[in-house]
């Protein structure tokens, strides 16, 4: 057929047909994660094409395989959007990302929470969550962070930025079609007392469609042995970004298997990975947590 896969073919119902997925969830599916790119008739409707069939079978496929649904249905939609990225430049002229960081920042400067939550709520419309973490949250954590460094007493001013970006992004992660089947426990070891890093941190992991217990900062690595023995949850995501207190959980943890754990911030290096302890250092990107996460808690190997 001319045109192929490009050109719009079915109405939902068809689509639902051939992939076996339910209408409901294929719009839950598009309008939470973007896995769909459907165009309008003369009439209004959504009219999709065999690449939306292409991608609910790969989400299915990776369902199989033992993702989470939300973890596998933002994979499939960022390869689609990667793909289609020159066309969305060309007819869609979305502000970058680096003047709502700059407009953020200068709201956070000012304690301005109105200017700072309408920034937030511009971003999160135009960038998916990744995007949103990677290109505006965690540029500018890592920004307040150096400024923590050089002046101590910032810590009112991360305060309010933490509670701002907590309250926001707790309303970003969207909730999961699926139950939530795995869950995690989130915090930073003692002596660590900015929650900045575990923002990001819960946020990607409910994104990710991990139901999070979130401890906060300051926790003493034996409080950490404890809640984790208690819970037994699937993942420990420990936030450090000094090395002292990210070198005493390491030595101190005395947590029971089959917890994974995932070290994150510039506190850990790759050296304190471990794999028979199934330590993990998380990676640079947000955007690549989700495939991290599958490998570390399938204990499936890194790629060559």
């Not at 001319?2 to 598009?30: C, D, K, N, Y």
């Not at 953020?104 to 309408?118: P, Q």
Request: aromatic share 4%; charged share 25%; glycine share 8%.
């Amino acid at each position: 057929m001319p045109g192929g896969a490009s050109v719009p073919q079915m109405r939902i119902g068809e689509l639902a047909r051939r992939t076996g997925v339910g209408e409901a969830t294929l719009r839950a599916w598009e309008r939470r994660y973007g896995v769909l790119q459907p165009t309008r008739s003369a009439g209004g409707h959504r009219l999709y094409t065999e690449g939306d069939v292409q991608a609910v079978l790969h989400v299915q496929q990776l369902v199989a395989e033992g993702w989470n649904v939300g973890a596998a249905a933002r994979r499939v939609a960022g390869a689609r959007r990667q793909r289609a990225r020159p066309a969305l430049v060309a007819h869609r002229a979305l502000p970058p990302a680096d003047r709502y960081r700059e407009r953020l920042w200068l709201a956070l400067e000012r304690f301005d929470a109105g200017a700072a939550g309408a920034t937030l709520d511009a971003a999160s419309a135009s960038l998916d969550i990744d995007e949103l973490l990677d290109d505006v949250v965690v540029p500018l954590v890592r920004r307040l962070n150096a400024r923590r460094h050089a002046d101590p007493a910032r810590s009112a001013r991360d305060s309010f930025a933490a509670q701002l970006l907590r309250t926001h992004l707790r309303c970003v992660a969207p909730a999961d079609t699926l139950p939530r089947v795995r869950s995690a426990v989130t915090c930073t070891p003692e002596g660590e007392h900015v929650d900045l890093g575990l923002v990001v941190a819960v946020t990607s992991l409910e994104g990710h469609g991990f139901r999070v217990h979130d401890f906060g900062a300051d926790v003493p690595v034996a409080t950490i042995n404890h809640v984790v023995a208690g819970i037994r949850p699937d993942l420990l995501a420990v936030v450090a970004h000094h090395r002292e207190p990210a070198a005493a959980f390491l030595r101190d943890a005395l947590l029971p298997r089959p917890v994974a754990v995932l070290l994150i911030g510039r506190g850990f290096n790759a050296a304190d990975a471990d794999p028979a302890r199934r330590f993990a250092l998380a990676p640079e990107r947000v955007r690549d947590v989700a495939v991290a996460l599958e490998r570390l808690l399938t204990g499936a190997p890194d790629p060559a």
